[in-house]
Nanobody, 114 residues
Framework: QVQLVESGGGLVQAGGSLRLSCAAS????????MGWYRQAPGKQRELVATITSGGSTNYADSVKGRFTISRDGAKNTLYLKMNSLKPEDTAVYYC????????WGQGTQVTVSS
């Protein structure tokens, strides 16, 4: 069972940047797909970005060109660099991996003020 711990959330003004981290409890070299999702109040959880073990990435249209997903196998960590943040990016951000099942972190709050 993979345990995931997110960090890096916080309060930022519109136009600012944050970098989220997701530390895994085991090696991520064998994990094919890792991703970030987010859930805003009153809304369903939605995909933000995914990355495969081969480095292929996929982004939601709403974050393309502003967010960058990456993974560091040596540190067993997944990242999400968020630039040009908008108030509509406000949500709880969750790390997700698919590895014999779906695993989620506890989430980290991102709040973007206008």
């Amino acid at each position: 069972q993979v345990q995931l711990v997110e960090s890096g959330g916080g309060l930022v003004q519109a136009g600012g940047s944050l970098r989220l981290s997701c530390a895994a409890s085991e090696s991520i070299y064998g994990i094919n797909v890792m991703g970030w999702y987010r859930q805003a109040p009153g809304k369903q959880r939605e995909l933000v970005a995914t990355i495969t073990s081969g480095g292929s990435t996929n982004y939601a249209d709403s974050v393309k060109g502003r967010f960058t997903i990456s993974r560091d196998g040596a540190k067993n960590t997944l990242y999400l660099k968020m630039n040009s943040l908008k108030p509509e990016d406000t949500a709880v951000y969750y790390c997700n991996v698919l590895h014999g099942g779906a695993y989620w972190g506890q989430g980290t709050q991102v709040t973007v003020s206008s």
